[in-house]
């Protein structure tokens, strides 16, 4: 087990730059995971800590130890493939018996760890099958084991449940996480899903165009987005670009871009409600569809406007309502009630309540 | 610096890749390029000045004769295999599976063989036209074939196959959903068919079409068992060469080459420019059954009849051998039938000799083929580096260039001592032989081993370094058991095609290790047609074990490594 630093790594193909300016600490047995659409860099940083490329520049560590280019066969890093990567050609135990006998452990010791481990991934019973005859989540399982069996110091898992269906998918998502407080190893995961990001992790890093955009706890990510790409990658939210009309201790007053002598908001003035990172700069105004009220009545209260609705899309467990206000649309997340009886074309009141709204940077041509 | 112990690893594997491609490859047909413009001790065009204005036009009527059969030999191909790949494709009636197989049979025949069954079969002396001429009580053969019509017919037959192969993977690729989008539009069967089907296929025409033309410009044994007055260039060279016009021979071998090599990189281009290949994946076959009974057995007849005559040349090659020599001379039809021949073949070491050679050299050569074909392929497929296109291309001249010119190509270069033979003549050596077939079978095998090796994901290696394994580890204990099937279809398939060589071995032989196949052109010479044609027994034999074998245990389909 070791906990690893990223340091200042950059890593370049030809004069495509694939990860920039990165700085990352994962600590010692925690379950960390890199969350970004497909092509950010996340699993390019992957492969940069399992020894498969080298950055360009930076450091990589392990603990302490220099490993920035160390062969990735000396780094005692297991490794588990989206593809699962199982050799062909051997049997289930043949496979998890591989890191073992390469390094030269006795057949003995071979054998109880091998069974061990199967026995952890469930799979004891399927020693000596071969590997193509195994579903996809019992493959899975294989990669696993063969990926704990070497006790490494560090467990990666790149995309490891997107070729599996959704039920089998929940399934392996606790077996993971099972295995990982067993083995209590420093594991990274990466994955575009930010449901399996939210549910398994301990920390996130959220990736962009090569950018580490935030890091930070699943509830920190989600309620407390370092900036619009993260916000909105992440769940539902309403965005809308604002400019400040007025600041002082306690309260912000902003207008939308758009309609600004209509749409004024108030916003609590805290840490929470006004992004550190957003002191200059374009900003925008966000707020989840679930902390949205929409009220039968008008209320004396800030952040009161009269609206439409223009849809209304039935989920279960929630209902979601489209509302034109003052020509911005807003989404808002109702829980399913019976009594929750919205038709398009009726008018309603919504409310923004003034601590629920997080004001956050911009970033430049990315407006969503 | 970054990626230093991987670029250096690439590095030492691919150095011995390229010395070996330089100095073989390479080499050998510079050596011939230079040769060319040798012209009474001076550097000139001369030679190529002779080539289009000498006065007899020998030449120049060797290379329109070349290119005239080579036209007409896809024409006939295309109009035997397309036809043939749609019936087999696209309609099921009793017997298909049997008729589809039987189709590829040509390839099990080795070229020089497969033209002596031929000569027997239709020749002069021929079994067929005598039979009909007894049967019909007739005073004179009613046909016999030589010349261009017996070029023609060997070509046809052997040829079509190429066309079969390519047009009927390319029908098993359409899915079937285009066609019956273009119904659902409204279109009729005969505009689906032209409309869709056909222009779907029009790369696998064209490719087989260009496959068929280099091979028949580069076609030996037919033209040299057959052609009687009739000049052909690749034959042309060798006649310069028995002659000792060296210079001559050189300049029809760039000639020749120049050819060949225009149409595999208009090949190239065009398969470039038009990439058909489909989205979807997991096609059914989707195949109509024949209902209408008058049809079907029309069909299933023709498909008898087809049979027979496709099987025809490997029949006649077994009865011949069971004719001991010396009991059918002046008779139509031979009389004695023992197993006399094969008895010799194994007794006598005098003709034992012969297959024993073929069997050393064939199997020198197929080693160096395997060893180099794998790390060649290695480095292409998994490997980056600079420069990857020159040794992709240098790969692939030795496909592209006409046997006879490969002949040539090392003549030139080994007939003096130079580095790349350690400093030895080769040339009327043992060595000059399994060089030889090494060559000519680089781009075979290391292409079938590509293939392999593309099938297989990164990962895996990246999987077992990441656990620990060093890359020769690796490349041991997970990449060679994976790919070993693939590779060695595509080895053993060398094997018997260098076993069958004749074009090369007829070049660059010695008595001493005279192969198999200069055997069976001398024991024609010497009328013992059961003995040659015990000879080639075996090798029909054993091109038949090798593609079953590939078929059974490895799971490829090794004929298609052919074209």
């Given at each position: 087990m070791a906990s690893i630093k990223i340091e200042n790594v950059q890593k370049a193909f030809g004069k495509v730059?694939?990860?920039?300016h990165l700085n990352l600490e994962i600590k010692d047995g925690e379950f960390f995971t890199f969350l970004g659409p497909s092509g950010c860099g996340k699993t390019t940083t992957l492969r940069m800590i399992a020894g498969f490329y080298y950055p360009t520049k930076g450091m990589v560590r392990f603990g302490d130890k220099d490993m920035t280019r160390v062969p990735p066969e000396k780094r005692n890093t297991g490794m588990v493939f989206q593809n699962y990567a199982l050799f062909p050609h051997m049997t289930v135990f043949e496979n998890v018996a591989f890191g073992l006998r390469v390094r030269k452990i006795g057949s003995k010791e071979v054998k109880t760890r091998v069974h061990d481990v199967l026995r952890k991934v469930r799979l004891e019973q399927y020693a000596d099958r071969q590997v193509s005859q195994l579903s996809g989540g019992q493959q899975q399982r294989v990669a696993l084991a063969r990926a704990l069996v070497i006790e490494p110091e560090i467990l990666l898992l790149d995309?490891?449940?997107?070729?599996?269906?959704a039920k089998l998918r929940d399934e392996m998502r606790s077996e993971i996480l099972r295995l990982q407080k067993e083995y209590k190893i420093t594991t990274i995961y990466v994955t575009h899903d930010q449901a399996e990001a939210l549910s398994m992790s301990d920390r996130i890093a959220v990736f962009n165009f090569g950018v580490c955009h935030q890091v930070g706890t699943p509830s920190e990510i989600y309620n407390e987005p370092a900036n619009d790409f993260v916000a909105s990658f992440i769940g539902e939210i309403n965005l809308l670009p604002v400019k400040v009309d007025q600041l002082d201790e306690s309260r912000i007053t902003v207008s939308a871009i758009e309609n600004p002598d209509m749409n004024k908001f108030v916003v609590h003035n805290t840490p929470f409600n006004f992004s550190q990172s957003a002191q200059e700069g374009e900003l925008a105004l966000s707020i989840r569809p679930e902390s949205i009220r929409i009220l039968t009545e008008k209320a004396d209260r800030p952040n009161v406007f009269k609206g439409k609705v223009e849809d209304v899309q039935f989920f279960g467990t929630i209902i979601l309502v489209k509302v034109r206000v003052n020509g911005l649309l807003l989404e808002v997340n109702l829980l399913n009630h019976v009594s929750a009886n919205l038709k398009p074309g009726a008018d309603v009141w919504v409310e923004m309540p003034e601590d629920q709204i997080r004001l956050i940077p911009m970033l430049s041509g990315d407006a969503s | 610096m970054m990626k230093n112990r991987d670029n250096r690893l690439t590095l030492y594997l691919l150095i011995p890749v390229l010395l070996v491609l330089i100095a073989y490859v390479l080499y050998p047909s510079v050596r011939t390029i230079l040769e060319s413009f040798h012209k009474d001790g001076g550097l000139t065009f001369g030679n190529y000045q002779d080539f289009f204005t000498q006065e007899s036009k020998t030449n120049l009527q060797a290379l329109w004769n070349s290119v005239y059969i080579s036209v007409l030999s896809v024409l006939v191909s295309a109009a035997i295999g397309i036809p043939l790949a749609f019936i087999f494709n696209r309609f099921d009636f009793p017997g298909r599976g049997f008729f589809a197989t039987a189709a590829i049979m040509p390839i099990v025949l080795p070229s020089l063989v497969g033209v002596m069954a031929f000569m027997f079969l239709y020749g002069e002396t021929g079994l067929v036209p005598n039979a009909i001429k007894d049967l019909f009580g007739l005073d004179e053969v009613p046909f016999k074939i030589g010349g261009v019509s017996g070029i023609l017919i060997v070509h046809a037959y052997t040829m079509y196959v190429y066309f079969y192969m390519t047009v009927s993977s390319a029908i098993n690729k359409i899915d079937p959903s285009l066609e019956e989008s273009a119904y659902n539009l409204g279109a009729s069967r005969f505009q689906v068919f032209w409309k869709v089907t056909f222009p779907l296929l029009t790369p696998a025409i064209v490719a087989a079409s260009l496959l068929v033309f280099m091979i028949s410009m580069a076609s030996f044994s037919a033209p040299f068992l057959l052609a009687g007055g009739f000049r052909v260039l690749s034959l042309q060279i060798y006649f310069s060469k028995i002659n000792g016009d060296m210079e001559v021979a050189a300049t029809q071998s760039v000639i020749l080459s120049i050819v060949s090599i225009s149409f595999l990189l208009f090949m190239r281009w065009y398969q470039n420019r038009k990439d058909y290949r489909m989205?979807?994946?997991g096609i059914g076959a989707h195949r109509s059954e024949v209902n209408n009974p008058l049809l079907k057995w029309t069909m299933v007849a023709t498909g008898v009849i087809g049979v027979i005559i496709l099987l025809l040349p490997h029949f006649t090659i077994l009865l011949l051998s069971l004719v001991p020599d010396g009991t059918w001379t002046w008779q139509t039809y031979p009389s004695v039938f023992n197993f006399e021949n094969y008895r010799l073949l194994l007794q006598d070491p005098n003709i034992f000799k012969p297959l024993k050679n073929s069997l050393i050299l064939s199997f020198i050569a197929t080693a160096g083929n395997l060893v180099f074909g794998v790390l060649a392929s290695y480095v292409l497929v998994k490997r980056k580096f600079v420069g990857k296109s020159f040794v992709d291309i240098l790969v692939m001249i030795p496909w592209a260039l006409p046997a006879t010119v490969i002949g040539m190509n090392l003549i030139f270069a080994f007939n003096e001592p130079n580095i790349f033979s350690f400093g030895n003549i080769l040339v009327g050596t043992f060595w000059i032989l399994p060089l030889a077939y090494f060559i000519r079978h680089i781009p075979l095998v290391v292409r079938s081993t590509n293939a392999v090796l593309e099938q297989l994901d990164d990962s895996i290696e990246e999987a077992s370094r990441s656990l620990g394994a060093k890359w020769f580890y690796t490349f041991r204990k997970v990449i060679l058991p994976i790919i070993m099937p693939g590779v060695l279809s595509g080895t053993l398939l060398a094997f018997v095609e260098s076993v069958g060589e004749f074009p090369t071995s007829v070049l660059l032989y010695t008595i001493s290790n005279r192969p198999i196949s200069i055997e069976i052109m001398n024991q024609l010479r010497m009328f013992n047609m059961g003995q040659a044609a015990a000879y080639g027994m075996i090798q029909i034999t054993l091109i038949a074990v090798v593609l079953l074998i590939s078929n059974r245990f490895f799971g490829v389909k090794a004929e298609q490594s052919l074209s």
């Open positions: 730059i694939a990860v920039d995309e490891p449940l997107s070729n599996l269906d | 989205a979807s994946k």
